[in-house]
Structure formats: C-alpha cells, structure tokens
C-alpha cells in the first residue's frame, strides 16, 4: 500500500493548494497512487506533475484529479461517467465518493491493465469497457455526472445529450493543449450553463476507431 508520509505530504498539498473538500481529500489519501504509475516513475508517484504512461497517454497530476473531482459535486447516490480511463487512477477515486462509475477507454491495453489495479484495490463499482468516448454509454445513460480527462474543442453533442437534467459535466476544451481550458457545464432548466475554471494540458480526446490491439 501506498507510503504514509508520502500520502500525508500529498494531502497537505493539496490543502495548500486549495482543496478543501473533506470527502476529496479523504479518497486521495486511501487510493495509492504508485499503484496507478509505472515502475519506472514509481518515486515521482507523490509529486504534483503529470506522467506517462502507456499508449502515449498520461496520468494527471494529483491536484487536477482533486481538483475536478471536487468541482463534480458528487454525491453518494450519483451514477458517473468518465471518459478516459487512462490508468484508472482517477476511477479509483470517484469510486469512493459514488454509487457508480462507468469509464471509457480507447485502448485496451489500458482498460485490462485499470481493470487489474482496481480489482487489485477490490474496487467493484466501476464498470470500464473500450469504446470511444465521444458516444458516450448510451444504455447507462442519463448520468448525474460527466468526467472528461481529454481534451476537446467543444464538448461532445451526445455527452451532453446523456447528462441528467440538473446534471454537471468537468471537461477540458480548447483548439490546443496551450489554449486549453477546464470547463463546468451544468444542465441546468434555463439550458447550458458554462463556468471557466482553470488553464490546463490534456492529451486530445480521440474520436473514431478504438485500439483493440
């Protein structure tokens, strides 16, 4: 399991950078996030940076994932979809703030090896598949929230369409990873509601062919 110096200092980072949501803060702590991020970056786990993992792709630094996961709002009874499993990394930590998770991967190589950590962690309310993510999980659809940890350049019509009334969705949009920007929609009776948040650089959020291989 993870080093506890080593979650104390994270969580006190992330208190110092604002984070003060004490359910956030306590699935942080619980979630070993060496687990999550290759052997050969295995002593970096607990800094606040972004690294790579297999496929090209990256695990967000431990600020972003509380970060948005704080602006989800979560509650105990919301069913979630997340679009990007990555490392899994971040499912991990919405499984502990709500009844379900169903996350998307594109690369298979990624969703077995998410799937493996989070049995691992005996984690049994996320459900991954492979599929692409600018679909959506239409069978699981309306979902009291959305996660998006790729970017887009404007969020995704049929995620939007699978969002509950009421419903909240944290995506990254912008044309390039240097114009890009974290962005709260809430599905609210007026219509869209779009809240900026914070600069940010997310892999783009692929859509098309998915990597069965």
């Not at 690369?107 to 492979?130: D, G, H, M, S, Y």
């Not at 990254?172 to 974290?182: F, I």
Request: charged share 25%.
């Amino acid at each position: 399991m993870a080093d506890v110096q080593n979650q104390i200092g994270l969580i006190m980072q992330l208190r110092r950078r604002g984070i003060r949501d004490p359910n956030v803060l306590r699935a942080m702590e619980r979630i070993p996030r060496e687990l999550f991020v290759d052997e050969a970056f295995s002593e970096h786990a607990y800094q606040d940076i972004a690294l790579p993992i297999e496929c090209g792709q990256t695990i967000s630094q431990p600020f972003v994932v509380a970060y948005m996961t704080e602006k989800l709002d979560l509650k105990p009874n919301h069913k979630v979809l997340e679009i990007g499993t990555g490392s899994g990394y971040q499912s991990a930590i919405l499984s502990q703030l709500c009844r379900r998770v169903y996350t998307i991967e594109r690369w298979r190589e990624l969703q077995k090896a998410a799937e493996a950590r989070l049995a691992e962690l005996k984690i049994a309310n996320v459900t991954t598949i492979i599929g692409d993510g600018w679909l959506g999980w239409p069978p699981q659809a309306p979902f009291d929230r959305i996660i998006v940890t790729a970017a887009a350049v404007d969020a995704p019509a049929a995620l939007l369409d699978q969002l509950k009334d009421g419903g909240r969705m944290i995506i990254p949009l912008g044309e390039t990873r240097d114009s890009q920007s974290l962005v709260q929609i809430d599905k609210t009776p007026e219509g869209l509601a779009e809240t900026p948040l914070l600069s940010v650089r997310f892999v783009p959020l692929v859509h098309g062919r998915v990597k069965r291989d």
